[in-house]
């Protein structure tokens, strides 16, 4: 099974045909609210794709504590290791303009609460359950580093997609053994610019020097690269129609992470994560927008 450790959040979204100026008020044509947050977003990717899966992370004690916990299970997320914490769940509030541009405001709330006892009652917890240990960087940057360093202790093989890219210790990289950033993440945490397959690859390095076991860079549109000390994989995009990019990134590490966690090799899994990112910016939103099993296998060919 697979153990996410990371931030749960209430989208919530109003649409307009442009976005306001400072003080402005603008009429909205519509507002949606939804699951968000890349721990909830990955862990709904991973259980969609069939992974026993288990959120670690905490909501308040308001109405979208209810509506997030609510939706996690419904997508198939196994809830029992969220924890309740007093105030206010987690808030992305977002707005889109008539050409799909976004500004966002990311509120961590009861995020911030997640700790590192939590982690580890979680790993004691699971530890005989759960192979896969799936990270991202909403909540704070210790705890997600206490996270790698006691996920690899009990044995899980530690998957950290470095999103947002904001700082991290330098000691996390020797535990990680996958990182999956996009090109900007690993443009920002390298500081070697990202514009293709070569560059990626000297930023995998970079990684790799770090002790990161596997670099999986993702290239949007264009594909992933893969990298390991021994070798590196060019993999194809799947051809779809972009509607709303919001989440591939979350459906390719919660099904990559869903993918090796259910026993597929390296490659298969890339590939079936690829399917996943690229069916993800088929559909707009983040939890809304995360492919079942179905789809996925449909698209991979396998
Ligand atoms: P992020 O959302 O983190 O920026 P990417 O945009 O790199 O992540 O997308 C993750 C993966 O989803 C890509 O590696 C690719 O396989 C797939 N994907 C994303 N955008 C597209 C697209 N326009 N067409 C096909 N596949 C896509």
Redesign the pocket.
């Known amino acids: 099974g697979v153990l996410v450790v990371g931030s749960i959040s209430a989208d919530v979204t109003a649409f307009a045909d442009r976005l306001p100026q400072p003080g402005e008020t603008v009429l909205g044509n519509d507002v949606t609210l939804v699951l968000g947050g890349k721990g909830a977003n990955q862990a709904v990717a991973a259980a969609r794709f069939g992974a026993p899966t288990w959120m670690v992370g905490c909501v308040g004690d308001d109405a979208f504590a209810d509506l997030t916990a609510g939706d996690l299970r419904r997508y198939g997320v196994n809830t029992d290791l969220l924890r309740s914490v007093p105030g206010p769940t987690g808030v992305a509030h977002i707005r889109v303009d008539a050409n799909g541009q976004n500004d966002i405001v990311n509120t961590p709330l009861a995020n911030g609460h997640l700790d590192a006892d939590q982690v580890d009652g979680a790993l004691a917890a699971l530890a005989s359950q759960a192979s896969v240990l799936l990270l991202q960087l909403e909540v704070r940057a210790g705890i997600t580093a206490h996270a790698a360093e006691a996920g690899r202790r009990a044995g899980l093989a530690v998957v950290l997609?470095p999103?947002p890219a904001v700082a991290v210790p330098e000691t996390v990289w020797q535990h990680v053994d996958i990182v999956t950033p996009?090109?900007?993440?690993a443009g920002l945490i390298t500081g070697i610019e990202v514009t293709g397959v070569d560059t990626a690859r000297k930023a995998a390095q970079w990684f790799l020097d770090r002790g990161v076991r596997q670099v999986v860079i993702?290239?949007?549109?264009a594909?992933?690269v893969s990298v390991t000390a021994a070798e590196s994989h060019e993999?194809a995009?799947?051809?779809?129609t972009?509607v709303d990019?919001?989440?591939?990134?979350?459906?390719?590490t919660g099904t990559l992470g869903a993918a090796l966690a259910l026993g597929l090799g390296s490659a298969d899994a890339i590939r079936h994560?690829?399917?996943?990112?690229?069916l993800?910016?088929t559909k707009r939103g983040a939890s809304p927008s995360l492919p079942d099993r179905d789809a996925v296998l449909a698209l991979a060919g396998r």
């Open positions: 997609d999103a996009n090109e900007s993440e993702t290239l949007g549109g594909g992933a993999y995009p799947f051809a779809v972009a990019t919001t989440a591939a990134g979350d459906a390719f994560a690829m399917a996943a990112g690229a993800a910016v």
